[in-house]
Structures are given as structure tokens and as C-alpha cells.
């Protein structure tokens, strides 16, 4: 069934529909011109705006100095604070810069300082380089890791999560809004409320929900927050950011200061002011930073709850096309409301079926198990292909997807037959 017959069988053309102006959002998106792109979750296509800015500033770097340069931009550098606290419903101060949220989660996990007698709980929607990273943890520090089983509809067994938080008191949570590997949405407030109730530290990875869900770090009650740029903010690479609570930052003991956020003020001293660019590196590509202030200004302009319906919505549509398909399999869980849509084709490798897709302009990902062995691994799948739906993707792109699909399946059944 084609994505329009959905919207008509559907009988209510969204809200959603009327606040998201598609044409315009193509408008200033070059790569929907040439592409039906379906790859958001590995990195959103970022508008004309974003990517004139970080030209623009190249070309003041050209032209009179890297240093100079970013002594002219301060004011758009200060204010990327002031918007991505906006995004996440924080103050300005709880906000630092990365290269990437991996980065993000190291410099807090670094900073925690945690060996034998603690205790990290993570969830099996864990990506593969925090997994590795609480694993080698386990491994080489003595921590204590305990992965806590999900619930029938593929969350994480909230059940499960309290008693593994009275078994050890004060663990850290380390949870996941979103996976890489399905539409998933966790109940990140809902563990918030636990993590509250026994004391833990809540470390929540929101890299694939940051730009497609509406988030209020207050409400969801975690001590950290970690983002990506690239994926549904639309930034470009090479950019993140994370809060981290203000009276959180207090208890953390900074691996390597930097001078960044730190003054050697003495022989042996020196002073760290409490805020959470206390966590960053000096370095950074400021073009990348001025690609990211500008793509968070367009989320917030546009507007999260409306961009959150929209995402949602094309998700849904494209999760009941591809159910319908035969030899198609949708295995996002139960809980899958997110922009990610993960399908298999029977007799195909989701590595040929994204290539097939590939070959009539159409951007997936194959996302194999090794990036998400506590999900994929144990669900007995060994690759899934995945596709994430933007405010950018009109009707003819939901078209060309559910066709080209209809049609690799229906040849593949040809094949095997
Ligand atoms: C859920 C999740 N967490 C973390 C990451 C890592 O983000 P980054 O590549 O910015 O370090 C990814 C990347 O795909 C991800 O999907």
C-alpha cells in the first residue's frame, strides 16, 4: 500500500502535517533533490542554512586566522549554549561541547572514577561503544555490570531495573532513549523516578531522540545527557553536547582537566570552575560548532513537538506499509514509536537489501548485530536493514520506498521460487 492510501485509510491527516511545512524543509535540504533519504539515524541531511554558515567560516579562517576567526564569532559560539539548554530544558552552564556523544559518555564515565564495589546497570538497548566501554569496566576495573532484561513490549523491565537498584545502592544507570537498533522508546522517565527513589546516578544516551523528540531534561530526572549533532538535529559531524546536572558536575572528578575549564593557577594548583564546559577540550573544529549552533536554532524554530508527531507518524506509516509486504518482516519491539523503522527481507542480507535500495536512490543502512549484540545478538538477528524518517520525506519518498521494497521482495520470492 502506498504511503498516500495510508494517510487516506487513516482518515486523519495530521496535525502534524499542517505544522511541518515538508516543501519548505526540501526547500533548503539539497540532498532531497537527487535522493529519497532514509538515513536520518546515521546522519540527518543538513540544510543550506547550516552548511552556508560553516563555509562561511572556513572562509573567515581563509582569510584572517583560525584564532581571529573564532574571535569574531563569540557571540554565535556563547549562544549555542543558550539554545542547546533551550532543546533540553536546562540552564546554560549545564552544557558542554564534544566531538561526539562517545566522547560525551567517556569524559563523565571517566570522571566517575569507578572501580571494584561499584555497580553500572545498563539496559540491552545499549550501543555497542558504551556496551564495550562498561564491559572493559567489568573487565579490567572490577565494576559490577548488570544488563537488565526487557519487558515483553521490548523496554526495559522497569521491575528488573528496581531490583538490580536495591541490590546496589547508588549504582550508575547507564540507559538509552532511543537504540540504533530500533524505533524503541525507552520509559526514561519512568526510570528517572527509580533512579531518584534508590539513588543512583542516571547517565541517559539520547543521541538517536535529541532532534526528533521533544526533551525536557527536568522531567526525565537524569544527571547527564549525552547528544549527537549529525543524526535528527541535522548538525554536521563531528559535533555533540551533553548536560550534565549542575549539582551532579559537583561530585565528578575530571579525569584530565583540561585548559579548557581549567586554570593552572600555581606550581601544583589549579582552579576548575563548576560548569559543565569544565569537561571539554580546548580544541575544537569551529566551523562544526557553527554548523551545530545554526541546526539547533532550525530544530527549535520548527519546533519539537511538531517535528516529534511528524517523525513519528511517517514511521508508523512505513512500519504498517512494510508489515503488509510479503516476505517483509518489521522487528522493531512492541514499543517501537520512534523514527526508526528496522525490516528484514526473507532470503536477503540486509547489507544487499540496503544496496539494492541504494541502487534506486533510496538511503538506508544495514545495522548488523555487532553494533547491538545485547539487542540484535540476543534477538537472534544477525542484521537488520534501517530506516528514519525526517521532516524532510514528502509523499514521493514514501512512495519510491514502499515500491522499491514491494518490488526487491516480490523479485527475491521470484528467485527463491
Ligand atoms: C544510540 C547511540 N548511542 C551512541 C552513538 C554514538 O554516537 P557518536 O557516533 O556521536 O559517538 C550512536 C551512534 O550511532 C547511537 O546510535
Redesign the pocket.
Known amino acids: 500500500m502506498a504511503f498516500g492510501e495510508l494517510l487516506a485509510d487513516s482518515g486523519d491527516r495530521s496535525a502534524a502535517d499542517a505544522v511541518i511545512d515538508v516543501a519548505a524543509e526540501r526547500a533548503r535540504t539539497l540532498g532531497t533533490r537527487t535522493r529519497h533519504y532514509f538515513n536520518s539515524a546515521g546522519a540527518g541531511l543538513a540544510s543550506s542554512g547550516v552548511m552556508s554558515g560553516m563555509i562561511d567560516h572556513l572562509r573567515k579562517e581563509e582569510q584572517g586566522g583560525a584564532y581571529e576567526a573564532a574571535a569574531l564569532v563569540a557571540d554565535d559560539l556563547n549562544a549555542i549554549y543558550v539554545h542547546a539548554a533551550q532543546l533540553l530544558g536546562c540552564d546554560t552552564d549545564e552544557i558542554s561541547l564534544h566531538d561526539?556523544?562517545?566522547t560525551g559518555l567517556r569524559v563523565v564515565f571517566d570522571a566517575l572514577r569507578l572501580g571494584a564495589g561499584d555497580t553500572v546497570i545498563a539496559p540491552r538497548s545499549s550501543?555497542v561503544?558504551?556496551a564495550l566501554r562498561l564491559l572493559t569496566l567489568e573487565k579490567v576495573d572490577g565494576v559490577t555490570l548488570r544488563i537488565i532484561e526487557n519487558a515483553p513490549d521490548g523496554t526495559v523491565d522497569l521491575v528488573d531495573l528496581e531490583a538490580a537498584l536495591i541490590a546496589a545502592p547508588g549504582a550508575v544507570i547507564s540507559a538509552?532513549h532511543v537504540?540504533?537498533s530500533s524505533g524503541l522508546v525507552e520509559p526514561v522517565a519512568e526510570i528517572g523516578v527509580l533512579a531518584q527513589r534508590h539513588g543512583a546516578v542516571y547517565v541517559l544516551?539520547a543521541?538517536?531522540s535529541v532532534g526528533q523528540i521533544d526533551i525536557d531534561v527536568r522531567a526525565i530526572g537524569c544527571d547527564v545527557l549525552v547528544a549527537?549533532g549529525r543524526k535528527f538535529l541535522r548538525g554536521p559531524r563531528g559535533t555533540?553536547f551533553n548536560y550534565v546536572r549542575r549539582g551532579f558536575l559537583e561530585t565528578l572528578k575530571p579525569w584530565a582537566p583540561d585548559v579548557r575549564g581549567s586554570e593552572w593557577s600555581g606550581e601544583t594548583e589549579w582552579v576548575t570552575p563548576v560548569a559543565a564546559r569544565s569537561l571539554e577540550t580546548w580544541e575544537a573544529a569551529i566551523a562544526g560548532r557553527i554548523g551545530l549552533g545554526l541546526a539547533i536554532r532550525e530544530a527549535l524554530e520548527r519546533g519539537m513537538p511538531a517535528t516529534e508527531s511528524f517523525i513519528a507518524e511517517g514511521a508508523a506509516r512505513l512500519r504498517a506499509a512494510f508489515a503488509e509486504i510479503d516476505g517483509v518482516t518489521v522487528v522493531d519491539p512492541p514499543a517501537a514509536t520512534a523514527g526508526i523503522v528496522t525490516f528484514t527481507v526473507d532470503g536477503m542480507h540486509a547489507r544487499d537489501v540496503s544496496k539494492e535500495l541504494r541502487a534506486r536512490r533510496i538511503d538506508t543502512i544495514a545495522i548488523p548485530a555487532s553494533h547491538a549484540q545485547w539487542d540484535l545478538g540476543a534477538r537472534g538477528i544477525d542484521a537488520v536493514v534501517r530506516a528514519s524518517v525526517h521532516v524532510y520525506n514528502d509523499q514521493s519518498d514514501f512512495d519510491a520506498f514502499i515500491d522499491a521494497v514491494t518490488d526487491i521482495a516480490e523479485t527475491q520470492r521470484g528467485a527463491a521460487a
Do not use: F, G, L, M
Request: charged share 5%; glycine share 0%; aromatic share 8%.
Open positions: 561526539a556523544a562517545t550501543y561503544s558504551q538509552v537504540p540504533t544516551d543521541t538517536q549527537t555533540a
